[in-house]
């Protein structure tokens, strides 16, 4: 089936660069799909064009329904406009529904973005850790370390909300994780203290606090493999931690609630077609015709049941609130492919989605872009055969979340040697040759 266009969401994206003042093909810095190439943007002197840059609001708590888990309801990323040396800067929403209007939340909590543009004040940029476990495995007792960069916004001007709820508005820069907690520090840090050194603001890490004046350099990681992408190439998709697990987002996809409509009418003409057959079938009854009315009676009934099922699954799409749907969501020593989700769009933290099972990281043979037809997918080579993750337009984009989805999948792969089940499945197939002969 053809992929809806996207030319609503293309429309809005413009519309919210338009209120920051900068334009859908310039640049944009994505230090959570790239860390890397932002870094290096940011160390650069620059030609004191502004940055446009993205990031991502601070999550709620995971949900509960009755006996299943999920990870905090999603929200958009949004953009930030900075000037070297100025910790002034302008902040928008992703996207505008038209007139300067944001499209309402999953929640429906205001938060950062949430609005039209507006100017704030950025006040530090603090770093913090947190150990989590390698894996699911029983015997690992290894942890790794999930590193993060927050930018700290001071309260809007003229902000209805209390003092102290204004004032904790952060949001996520650059994050990463990883057994050797040096080696995450390292790359986020790379990220961190230019940011903080262009906005003149405080840089606060495990080992104090840097003025602004005195921010250290920090050694860039590895070369980018890309330029950065235009804002409007990039804004489609996203990715960043939700709970416990790395999500990778599509922020054009309506998700469940982009077949509601079409479910529902799927489902009224069933019931319209069962409604003429039950029809036929008191008439045949009336006639005495038994065996028809029995023939025709099944065929209503299954239609009746089709038509009822297909109404549930639109009431149930059309329920759905977030702005975005998952494309994978990446957890310890396992991913999965269109995980499920809540009402909400938060992640059920089952390990299975709509294509089946998780998938262990270590059973990845490599994350690669294919042609398909006239567009590009990014493809996961695993042990069970290669999976089409994400699919887009264009070659660039998809060679941009190559890289993303191949950095995730090394962030929560367990380290080692094949698993059990990799040489067990290994050994199988070794004896079936000797076998057939």
Not at 21 to 50: F, I, M, N, W
Not at 111 to 135: F, K, N
Not at 223 to 238: G, K, Q, V
Not at 384 to 413: C, F, K, N, S
């Amino acid at each position: 089936m053809p992929e809806p266009s996207t030319a609503a969401f293309d429309a809005e994206v413009a519309r919210a660069l338009r209120s920051l003042e900068a334009d859908s093909a310039v640049p944009a810095l994505d230090p959570l799909g790239d860390p890397a190439g932002a870094a290096r943007a940011l160390s650069s002197e620059g030609d004191g064009a502004p940055l446009l840059l993205r990031a991502a609001p601070e999550l709620g708590a995971p949900q509960r329904d009755k006996d299943a888990r999920f990870g905090p309801a999603p929200r958009d990323p949004v953009w930030l406009r900075i000037e070297r040396g100025a910790s002034a800067l302008r902040l928008a929403p992703l996207r505008l529904a038209g007139a300067g209007r944001p499209r309402s939340g999953a929640d429906g909590a205001a938060g950062a973005g949430e609005g039209a543009a507006e100017p704030r004040d950025a006040v530090r940029v603090e770093v913090t850790s947190a150990q989590g476990p390698c894996c699911t495995a029983p015997s690992c007792t290894r942890e790794r370390t999930h590193v993060a960069a927050w930018l700290v916004l001071a309260p809007p001007p003229r902000s209805p909300a209390p003092p102290r709820a204004a004032a904790a508005q952060r949001l996520l820069v650059a994050e990463a994780q990883d057994l050797d907690p040096g080696r995450a520090e390292a790359l986020v840090e790379s990220v961190a203290a230019p940011l903080a050194a262009a906005l003149r603001v405080p840089l606060v890490t495990a080992r104090g606090t840097e003025p602004p004046g005195a921010i250290e350099p920090r050694p860039l990681p590895e070369a980018a493999p890309a330029p950065a992408l235009t804002a409007a190439a990039l804004a489609r998709f996203a990715i960043r931690t939700e709970g416990e697990l790395l999500v990778l987002r599509d922020h054009a996809s309506q998700g469940p609630r982009g077949s509601a409509t079409r479910n529902a009418l799927i489902g009224a003409a069933l019931l319209v077609a069962a409604l003429a057959l039950w029809v036929q079938v008191m008439r045949s009854a009336s006639a005495g015709d038994s065996g028809i009315a029995i023939g025709v009676g099944s065929a209503a009934a299954l239609l009746s049941l089709a038509g009822y099922a297909f109404l549930g699954v639109a009431r149930f799409s059309s329920r759905y609130a977030a702005r975005s749907a998952p494309v994978a969501s990446f957890g310890p020593g396992r991913f999965v492919v269109a995980p499920w989700v809540s009402r909400t769009g938060a992640i059920d933290l089952r390990p299975e989605g709509r294509l089946g099972a998780a998938i262990s990281a270590g059973e990845v043979h490599a994350v690669g872009v294919q042609p398909r037809g006239d567009r590009f997918a990014v493809e996961i080579d695993t042990d069970h055969g290669p999976i089409d993750a994400l699919l887009t337009d264009r070659e660039d984009v998809a060679r941009y979340w190559r890289d993303a989805m191949d950095r995730a999948v090394a962030a929560v792969r367990h380290p080692g040697g094949p698993s059990a089940k990799q040489r067990l499945r290994a050994r199988s197939q070794a004896q079936q040759p000797a076998a057939a002969s």
